[in-house]
């Protein structure tokens, strides 16, 4: 068998029909999007190119076809565990593969796994690729070598710890149990990623290694290159690295099933929520099928954004719901639609259903019109087009595509059925699919001594169905690994510097005529440009005033101008910081000029009282959902406790704000807020995007016309200098029921400024994959998921914070070793070594042409020199800048932080688990409610 390419995929979406008030959306091509070549080699690997010269980089994507669905009963949360343990290390590189990932200048190294695959990412600088090509193939291949106890132990309470993190949030219990009562008890999405912990707690080593080789040979994988590379040298590089791994026994594949509900069916559950949720649910084709595809289509016209059929019965106008959402996961054995409605606070829910229905009836029974068919297959196009403008999205794409439906032009296929459905092809499917009995499971908010997990226990959902397809086998027997091409598998090959330098594209900056600033730069070839309106104030400009008028007010803004930026094809958003409100924009580049004007519009355009009272429906949701998770608590919390109320950073530590004060914001409050903050000369304009300085500057000129500042000066909150005296103080928030403990640690640090010697050392300490006290708590102990922390990104004081969430039974245990470890940085018997922070300088010089590689990043990142005020070549000088940093300079500025700053602990956790373990480490802990106040 030899390696060679297939041809070029040549596929091409039809033109979008223009109907209403929608403009024509412009044809796209696949060859311009998605083009690849694709090869197989001879032990079976399949090998997707995709040839992209406009950046030195290259996005790799490796997925194999297992998971979930593929674990047979009392082997639940295998593949998701499997994922954990490729991460850990290999025969030839035995140590964390995200450490070395990252040395490399590797960004958005990541995995995840679904029912369906387990993948792996990372976008590599061009002269990495083959190390990290060296290091795949080695996982690929020789993983099972260093596999023990110890470290399937450790990782498998990683895993747990996951489980725990993500079961606390509000809602998350809602997948698992709809998975039940959706699929039979048979059906291989009955269970969900994560598992049962029993089957977890009885795997052994030698069950690890039978996984492995059943399911992670070189025949059942997809390996894609996207970015830097010719198709020829890819090859040539498979060959080498992959070219000699075994291809792994026959596969077993499952087969699509498809089964309707036979009755309609109910079920309540409960959850430390404040929002009483609805969900109705129905079994549908796989992902893949023309069915999904207008199922898909007819989900977008129902429930998906502020046009949809629902937003505008339920929230808009009968006020019963205060936010509604549809999704169709791209599943490849069979679908599900699901309708989930937020009853607004005091709504009766019966009335909601009633609702629900009635709009479920008339579209089954005239399906949709021609507006909202166009608008939702533009929205579907660009939503597309925009999801491949990183390099690492075109390869999952691929990979996807190659993976799971034998194409690697798949999702390209759906987007052509898409654009050639029609009202009646959407309709006519939702008739098939959408009257056939479903389930509708209601979340209520959970009593004082709830038991989530008995809840669940009790719950077993549908019985055994008959009609299974038996699983498929596909014969491995003709493959063989190709002996002579094999690489040294002794020395990972090095990382050459390249001669050529990173490049930041030229930033410019004037002042507009109305006062605002512009600050832009230029990206050709970008279907897209983006567009920020930064307004100086931010919740910090809630000081004086009631709690969450900023974030309030900007939510006035959204309603009629995100449904206008729809039918532009283009996406509005607002938004709060702690020092500036965002008014955001992404729009065709075509239309920039209609998009400025939407913009100034919304934030000019006078509101209503039905505008008052359906965005505080959702505020007074959003705040309620906010303060139940315990990451929330912890942030919020920290920024109080460390500032003060006194503060304005302090007081708008909860920017959405408290009850009492949204129940009491009005268009008084709101339109004041306005006038003061949202100006054109308090505004500075970022642009990214296939625009010049002077063009962008023009349409602006125009936009701005009318647009007059007040003459009443802008508000200056009174930032006063905040101090603490050494030591530790300790608070703990009673969470009842939670299944992990929340530990978050801050200190208060100066405002940002060109020495970045603190910033690297946040990241060395806490913040990335292979901080010190990631590797602690997670990699050594599997105590916690991860640890993530760092400095906050504001103009004024800003805070070094710590989150660690953590196994409640370890939570002292957990402290301690923060503690310890801040001890030894401070009295430096163990500061940042040279090794650490080289390791991590040079790694993010390297990652710096990956991480900017999108209008969306480079929009992000500029924005945030803007609002921290730094110089407009910052991102250009930052390799030169980061390859000045000393250990002993960047050690030395953490260290003396910590030793000069008193440090603030907030804990959330059951009370009733935790509190003992922790005043052994903190005898004067205080007991404190959700907003600080001391309550014990």
Known sequence: MTASFSGTALLRVAVFASLGVLAVWPAASAAEVLAYRSLRLPNGLKVVVHEDHSAPIVSLAVWYRVGSADEPAGRTGFAHLFEHLMFRGSKHYNAPFLD?????????????????????????????????????????????????????????????????????????????????????????????????????????????????????????????????????????????????????????????????????????????????????????????????????????????????????????????????????????????LWLVVDVAEGADSAAVESALDDELRRFVANGPDSDE??????????????????????????????????????????????????????????????????????????????????EDASDTGLGVAEGQPAPGVVATGAFRASHGWAVDRQVPPPVVESAAEFSFPAVHRRRLRSGSTLVSTQRTGSPFVRVRFLFGGGSAGDFGRLPGTALFTMSLLEGAATMQADRLGATFETGCEVDACTVGLRVPRDRLQAGLALMVDAIRHDVGQEDIDR?????????????????????????????????????????????????????????????????????TVVMVGDVTHEEGARQLESAFAEWVPPVAPIPSAPMHAVTREPGDMAYLVDRPGARQAHIAVGSLAPPASEDLNLDLASQVFADLPGSRLNANLRQDKGWSYGVAGGLSRQRGPRTFTVHAP?????????????????????????????????????????????????????????????????????????????????AERVSGALADLLRTQGRTWVIVGDRSSIEAQLRQQFPALHVVDTEGRIVD
């Open 100 to 336: 070395a990932m990252h040395d490399m200048g590797g960004g958005n190294v990541n995995a995840d796994t679904s029912f369906d695959h387990t993948a792996y990412y990372a976008t590599v600088p061009t002269v990495a690729l083959d190390r990290a090509l060296w290091l795949e193939s080695d996982r690929m291949g020789h993983l099972l070598g260093p596999l023990d106890q110890a470290r399937l132990t450790t990782e498998r309470a990683v895993v747990r710890n996951e489980n725990r993190d993500t079961l606390d949030l509000p809602y998350a219990r809602t997948h698992p149990h709809l998975l039940r009562h959706l699929f039979p008890a048979n059906h291989p999405y009955h269970h969900d990623v994560d598992g049962h912990a029993p089957d977890l707690d009885n795997l052994t080593v030698e069950d690890a290694r039978s996984w492995f080789r059943n399911h992670y040979g070189a025949a059942n994988a997809t390996l894609v290159v996207a970015g830097d590379i010719a198709p020829e040298a890819a090859r040539e590089k498979a060959m080498t690295y992959f070219g000699d791994l075994v291809p792994g026994p026959d596969l077993v594949r499952q087969q699509p099933w498809v089964v309707p509900l036979r009755v309609a069916a109910r079920g309540t559950m409960h959850d430390h929520v404040a929002t009483h949720r609805i969900v109705r649910a129905w079994p549908i084709p796989q992902a893949g099928t023309d069915a999904a595809a207008r199922l898909r289509l007819a989900a977008r016209i129902l429930g998906d954004g502020t046009a949809s059929r629902l937003h505008a019965r339920l929230v808009t106008q009968d006020r019963v719901a205060s936010d509604v959402a549809a999704y169709v996961p791209s599943l490849a054995l069979a679908g599900m």
């Open 373 to 454: 068919m166009a608008l939702a297959q533009v929205r579907e196009n660009t939503a597309f087009l925009a999801g491949t403008e990183r390099m690492d999205a075109k390869a999952r794409r691929l990979a996807r595509g190659q993976a799971l439906h034998d194409d690697p032009g798949e999702e390209w296929v759906v987007q052509l059925r898409m654009a050639h459905a029609d009202a009646e092809s959407v309709r006519r499917e939702a008739a098939a699919w959408l009257t056939q009995p479903s389930y509708t499971l209601t979340v209520l908010p959970a009593p004082e001594g709830f038991d989530a997990e008995a």
């Open 615 to 683: 965005v505080r429906t959702q505020r007074l949701a959003a705040a309620d959902t906010g303060a139940m998770t315990s990451f929330g608590l912890a942030h919020g919390l920290m920024n109080r406790l460390l500032f003060g109320e006194g503060h304005p950073y302090g007081f708008a530590a909860f920017p959405h704000g408290t009850r009492e004060s949204l129940q009491a914001l009005d268009a008084n409050a709101a339109g004041a807020y306005r006038r003061d903050y949202l100006r054109p000369d308090n505004l």
């Open 806 to 886: 953590v196994q409640a039974d370890r939570t002292a245990d957990a402290v301690a070793e923060i503690r310890r470890e801040i001890s030894a940085l401070v009295d430096g018997s163990t500061p940042l070594s040279d090794t650490e922070v080289a390791s991590v300088r040079t790694g993010l010089a390297r990652s710096l042409t990956a991480a900017l590689q999108t209008d969306q990043a480079l929009m992000a990142n500029l924005a945030m020199s803007v609002k921290l005020g730094r110089r407009d070549d910052f991102w250009q000088t930052l390799p030169a800048v980061l390859g000045g940093l000393s």
